[in-house]
């Protein structure tokens, strides 16, 4: 049988988010730093993030101040749905108030609790909504202990709750805000595995363990429907439950799945997908793993066979190596992130796919990922080599030199002419900036022992860390 936390909600959890929240923490266990005779500045770069997040913020605030997203060229405003759900204010808040701006943060927070309604008869894409909004919604309650943005949250989770209704319960893709209408039965594994962070949190927060459940066995399911081998594909029907692409990789699509399954055990003991993630990783590394000439990559293979059909990897799988590092597996974490930084390094900027046999760029834009920086940040923190923070500073130096403009940062429609692309993504400043703001800053800016970040860098409290935060506050 399932074990099941989402049913075991306590009013600890509840009481804990009410204590100071920010800074949040102090350590995490790691080796003894690596010698090194020019250690990076770390102070020095954080300032500098800290900086440039600011330079892209009052970008946001002067040229699209109430909308989703900035467009940094055009100088205009980007709503993804022609009506905005505050994406960028939603996603940021929780960086500002780690970076210490708080009346930034203040006004962040009030332009979202005044304004923000999800009462809205529009067809939202439920993976983006709740990896953004409704785990910036959580995350910045829980920073904040503004009960207004967790009424937001819960308001949101149910509107986004018909999306199981499937014969299934692997979610539609799409859903009517305010009708509840679905649609978009061919997902896959990233959209249909990314959810149980976020709806098992809101599930603690309010006591109601239905957001958990529907997460869980959509996760479940999911898994259930995994090959002999122990691989999943990159299309699924949520209707018949069949695969419709067989192609087994760990990039967009399906990414986050893996992800998921390895935190949902962390944030919330769910022995489950604990097992989960062991069988999982443990096919990956059997299956995917590719030692080539150039390093050690994760390609593509065949589902059921094995057989590999790829060597293609790119900016979206450049958050293996951090997962691998939180999963114990510092070897080929490190092995792999070095392959990132040879990635990064063919142009000075990263591609958003590149064939490793070869060393061809394959998709050549670069829209402001942040995961190669998620990892840099994982693996530092896990080893204290500084190897990362220089990593890091060269991470940092590409995106000012080839992104940023006067009017925020843009993408590049293209790493090697260096064309930039008009639109700052929310995930920019949600994630990017936070994650090299967190490899340079002090330790204690944030206790990763205490928190669980979802995929859009949002970080939710562990369980035990509300338990304990209860027990000493008495
Ligand atoms: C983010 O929205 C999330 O990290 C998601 O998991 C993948 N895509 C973007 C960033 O690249």
């Known amino acids: 049988m399932l074990s099941n936390p989402g049913a075991g909600l306590t009013s600890r959890w509840v009481f804990s988010i009410l204590l100071p929240l920010v800074p949040l923490f102090a350590s995490v266990n790691g080796a003894a730093p690596s010698p090194s005779s020019t250690l990076p500045d770390r102070a020095a770069l954080a300032a500098q993030v800290r900086a440039e997040f600011l330079h892209a913020w009052r970008a946001y605030e002067h040229h699209a101040w109430g909308h989703d997203e900035l467009k940094p060229l055009s100088r205009t405003a980007h709503d993804w749905h022609g009506q905005s759900l505050l994406m960028t204010p939603v996603d940021a808040l929780d960086t500002l108030i780690l970076m210490g701006l708080s009346n930034d943060a203040e006004k962040a927070r009030r332009l979202i609790v005044e304004k923000l309604s999800f009462d809205k008869d529009i067809s939202v894409k439920n993976f983006e909504v709740t990896i953004r909004l409704l785990g910036g919604l959580l995350s910045g309650y829980q920073m904040t ?113 893996y992800e998921y399954l390895l935190k949902c055990s962390r944030l919330f003991g769910d022995r489950d997908c604990e097992r989960m993630w062991r069988g999982s990783v443990r096919a990956l590394n059997r299956h995917l793993a590719d030692d080539a000439p150039t ?135 949600a994630e990017t900036l936070k994650y090299l703001y967190l490899l340079f800053a002090p330790d204690d800016t944030l206790d990763l022992d205490r928190v669980v970040f979802n995929t859009e860098a949002h970080p939710l409290r562990r369980v035990d860390s509300s338990i304990r935060s209860a027990r000493s506050s008495r």
């Open 295 to 429: 390093g050690l990559w994760y390609g593509q293979v065949e589902m059921v066979t094995g057989k590999r059909s790829a060597t293609e990897f790119g900016a979206l799988h450049a958050f293996l190596p951090g997962i691998l590092a939180l999963g114990g597996d510092l070897g080929r974490a490190k092995r792999l992130e070095e392959s990132c930084l040879k990635m990064w390094a063919l142009q000075g900027i990263e591609p958003e796919v590149l064939d490793y046999r070869t060393m061809q760029i394959v998709q050549s834009g670069y829209p402001l990922r942040p995961e190669i920086m998620e990892s840099a940040f994982y693996l530092h923190r896990l080893t204290r080599d500084p190897r990362y923070l220089e990593m890091g500073s060269r991470f940092l130096e590409g995106l000012i030199k080839y992104c940023r403009t006067d009017t925020g940062y843009a993408t590049l429609k293209d790493v090697v002419t260096k064309e930039k692309g008009d639109l700052m993504p929310s995930y920019f400043l």
């Open 145 to 257: 202990g503004d009960g207004r943005l967790l009424r937001l949250a819960e308001d949101l989770g149910t509107r986004l709750l018909p999306v199981f209704d499937s014969p299934t319960g692997m979610p539609y893709r799409f859903v009517n805000l305010r009708t509840g209408e679905v649609h978009g039965s061919r997902s896959n594994p990233a959209e249909i595995g990314t959810l149980i962070l976020e709806f098992g949190t809101l599930a603690r927060l309010t006591k109601k363990p239905v957001y958990y459940d529907k997460a869980k066995n959509a996760l479940v399911q999911l898994y259930n429907r995994r090959s002999q081998i122990g691989l999943v594909g990159e299309e699924i029907d949520v209707e018949t439950g069949e695969w419709i692409s067989r192609a087994s990789h760990v990039g967009g699509g399906i990414d986050s799945y």
